[in-house]
C-alpha cells in the first residue's frame, strides 16, 4: 500500500472509530464520515464500498492485533505472566477502547472472542503445562474457561463504565484475580 493511500484510510479509520464513541454504526452514513475525516465521497468510495466495510477492516486490524499480542505477551520465569502483561493488554484495550467495545457487544463478538480466547488459550496452556505438569488438561481448561470469561467481564465493566480506574489500577485488579484463581491448579 503507497504511503498516500495508507494515510487516507488511516483518516477514514480514525474518523469513524472517533464517532463510533457517540454514534452507532448504522446512524452514520458515508457522507457524514466523509465530512467527519474531510475527504471527499470519491475517494471514500475509491478505497471502501460503504461505512461497514470500513468497520469490518478496523474490527480484523484490532482482532489481528490482539492475537499476535497474546501469542508474543511474556511470561515470567516461574511462569505468571508479567505485570507488564496485565499493564500492556489494558494499555491495548484503552488505544482500542471504541472498538473493543464494539467487538465485545456487536454481532461480531462471537467471531472475535473465539479467535481471543484460543490465543489465550493456546498462551495458557503452554505456561501451565510446564508449571503443573501433572495437572490433567481439562482442569487446566477449567481454569482458564473461569479466569478468562472473569476479565471478559472485568474488561466490559470497566470499558463501559467509563474506564475511571487507570490502566495501572485495572491491571492490578486483573493480576490478583488471576493469581487466586492458579490455585486451583496446585
Known amino acids: 500500500m503507497n504511503e498516500q493511500k495508507k494515510k ?7 474518523a469513524l472509530t472517533e464517532m463510533l464513541q457517540s ?4 446512524d452514520i452514513t458515508a457522507t457524514a464520515l466523509c465530512e467527519y475525516a474531510k475527504v471527499n465521497r470519491a ?5 471502501y464500498n460503504s461505512v461497514h466495510d470500513v468497520l469490518a477492516e478496523i474490527q480484523t486490524q484490532v482482532e489481528n492485533e490482539f492475537v499476535e499480542w497474546v501469542s508474543q505477551s511474556n511470561i515470567t520465569g516461574n511462569g505468571e ?4 502483561f496485565y499493564v500492556t493488554f489494558f494499555e491495548f484495550v484503552a488505544r482500542n477502547a471504541g472498538i473493543c467495545r ?3 457487544a456487536s454481532k461480531r463478538q462471537s467471531e472475535f472472542l473465539t479467535r481471543a480466547m ?3 488459550r493456546t498462551k495458557v496452556f503452554s505456561v501451565m503445562g510446564i508449571l503443573f505438569p ?14 478468562s470469561n472473569g476479565f471478559i467481564g472485568l474488561l466490559e ?3 463501559n463504565s467509563g474506564m475511571k480506574e487507570s490502566i495501572s489500577e485495572i491491571a492490578e485488579i486483573g493480576e490478583q484475580v488471576s493469581n487466586i484463581g492458579v490455585g486451583y491448579l496446585q
Open 102 to 104: 464494539i467487538l465485545l
Open 8 to 14: 487516507t484510510t488511516q483518516k477514514i479509520k480514525s
Open 134 to 147: 501433572h495437572c490433567p488438561p481439562s482442569k487446566i481448561n477449567y481454569y482458564y474457561m473461569f479466569v
Open 157 to 159: 465493566y470497566w470499558l
Open 81 to 84: 505472566p508479567e505485570k507488564s
Open 23 to 26: 454514534r452507532q454504526i448504522d
Open 118 to 120: 484460543e490465543a489465550g
Open 43 to 47: 475517494t471514500f468510495y475509491y478505497h
